[in-house]
């Protein structure tokens, strides 16, 4: 069975100043990682996922197998970063995803 | 495309009583995912299907929940009878099918039951 851990319910980070949001995560196959976003009064949407190895609207997430995280990043936070953001984990070749329990992002002006 | 629709958006409703929530998958997508949003598990998968067949169902909660596909255009996940712990955001989404993963999400209903 799969798990996704992500251990910070709420994060305030000041504008301007770099954001880490946790994500670790226990599968015993190779896995595909995805962080999805959710913005107020927005549908919850992909973010980014590694296979892509790309940066979205600033943000990076590098698949680290060794301390199994997944943790997304971003070096200087904007007010429109605010939101609710999930870890999400599916076996490779399979569509199922498990997600985390989400992390509430604010970015204090 | 308005993506993928679902109804109502709320519903408010009584200990006991029967609630059925419905799902549009965007047109051409293989896959349809039922979740269920609270504060405490966050995002949780009940059931998906595949071309109208349901792949795995082990997150259905219990016999209260069912979930149908009749068709490639719209699902229905009922309640029956409905608690007041059942009360959560409830999302559907709709994949391709193929590798790409990404999930496309509807608004959700938000579910009260009192």
């Known amino acids: 069975a799969q798990r996704v851990t992500q251990p910070e319910k709420l994060l305030s980070v000041f504008k301007g100043a770099p954001v880490e949001l946790k994500c670790n995560y226990s599968?015993?196959?190779?896995?595909?990682l995805f962080w999805y976003v959710q913005y107020s009064r927005q549908r919850l949407q992909l973010l980014l996922r590694h296979i892509s190895r790309e940066s979205i609207k600033g943000f990076t997430a590098d698949l680290n197998k060794g301390e199994t995280s997944f943790h997304l990043k971003k070096p200087f936070a904007q007010e429109e970063d605010s939101a609710m953001y999930y870890c999400a984990l599916s076996p490779l070749g399979n569509e199922k995803l498990t997600f985390g329990t989400g992390t509430r992002l604010t970015i204090i002006p | 495309d308005a993506g993928v629709i679902q109804s109502p958006r709320h519903e408010v409703t009584e200990m006991g009583q029967e609630v059925t929530l419905r799902c549009k998958p965007i047109s051409g997508h293989n896959s349809l995912f039922w979740y269920r949003q609270t504060m405490m598990r966050g995002l949780e998968l009940l059931i998906y299907?595949?071309?109208?067949?349901?792949?795995?169902d082990s997150g259905m909660p219990e016999d209260r929940f069912s979930a149908k596909m009749p068709n490639a255009s719209f699902s229905t996940l009922k309640i029956q009878p409905s608690e007041p712990r059942d009360s959560a955001v409830y999302f559907c989404?709709?994949?391709?099918?193929?590798?790409?993963?990404?999930?496309?999400f509807g608004p959700g209903t938000r579910l009260t039951v009192t």
């Open positions: 599968y015993s196959g190779s896995p595909e």
């Open positions: 299907f595949n071309n109208n067949v349901p792949i795995d």
């Open positions: 989404a709709s994949t391709l099918g193929d590798t790409s993963y990404e999930q496309y």
